[in-house]
């Protein structure tokens, strides 16, 4: 069993705990063992052990209970967006994208009003309009898809998609620098199909619509 060597202590216990954590040894919901049992598997006082806790409390990897105990809230610390995204290979942001996007595309299709036709409408108008400089096609491109989103009426999906934004922008640039669209007719028809799916009220052309597009984008990447 891990024990703490060095100083400083609570952070070595921090430490000792997370690793068992994330090795599965608690699983999501359970409960720690007390504290005397627990500072004494750690080799730490029981001061040390509830400053261990706090940290992870503070990570939210853990939840003290007042008189039940200490369990267990998350399997790891989760990192926020902005470190996730700016180590995501684009790849991998794409993936995401299609999986957030196709299921947005599906719920607009179910929920849109008048009002976001008309927005959509417009979207797309403003992308076939875009100016000649690749950062105005791609700035349209991303309001039009982010327009879909709006449409599905869920705020979650519209505040994940809102993080990917400045990381795709970036990568999306860099390649249509080295790869221009081989044909940008067809790309803006399978936008239009999109609008059509949404506006026919058919979710699951909606989302295979989306599907496809994204997936079509994501093998640009992979063969750059």
């Known amino acids: 069993m891990s024990q703490v060597q ?8 921090a430490d000792v ?4 954590i994330r090795a599965g040894e608690w699983a999501l919901g359970h409960k720690l063992p007390g504290e005397t049992t627990l500072a004494a598997q750690l080799g730490v006082g029981r001061s040390t052990l ?11 990897v853990l939840e003290s209970r007042q008189g ?12 926020d967006w902005d470190t996730v995204l700016r180590r995501a ?3 991998t942001v794409i993936e995401a994208r299609i999986a957030i996007e196709a299921e947005a595309a599906a719920l607009a299709a179910a929920r849109r009003t008048p009002a976001d036709l008309r927005a959509l409408w417009r979207a797309l108008t403003a992308r076939a309009e875009a100016g000649d400089t690749l950062e105005s096609l791609v700035d ?7 327009t879909v989103i709006a449409a599905a009426h869920n705020d979650i999906l519209t505040q994940m ?3 990917f934004v400045p990381r795709l922008r970036t990568a999306m640039i860099d390649m249509l620098r080295i790869r221009p669209m081989p044909d940008p007719a067809a790309d803006h028809h399978a936008h239009e ?17 989306s599907r496809l597009h994204l997936t079509t984008l994501k093998s640009a990447f992979e063969t750059r």
Do not use: M, N
Request: glycine share 4%.
């Open 6 to 13: 060095r100083h400083p202590l609570a952070a070595q216990a």
């Open 17 to 20: 705990l997370l690793t068992r």
């Open 50 to 60: 509830r400053e261990a806790i706090r940290e992870l409390s503070g990570k939210g």
């Open 68 to 79: 039940a105990g200490v369990f267990v809230t998350a399997l790891d610390i989760t990192e």
């Open 89 to 91: 290979d684009i790849v």
């Open 140 to 146: 349209a491109d991303t309001a039009f898809h982010r």
């Open 161 to 163: 998609f809102d993080a």
């Open 193 to 209: 199909l999109l609008v059509d799916a949404i506006r026919a009220r058919t979710p699951e052309a909606a989302a295979t619509t």
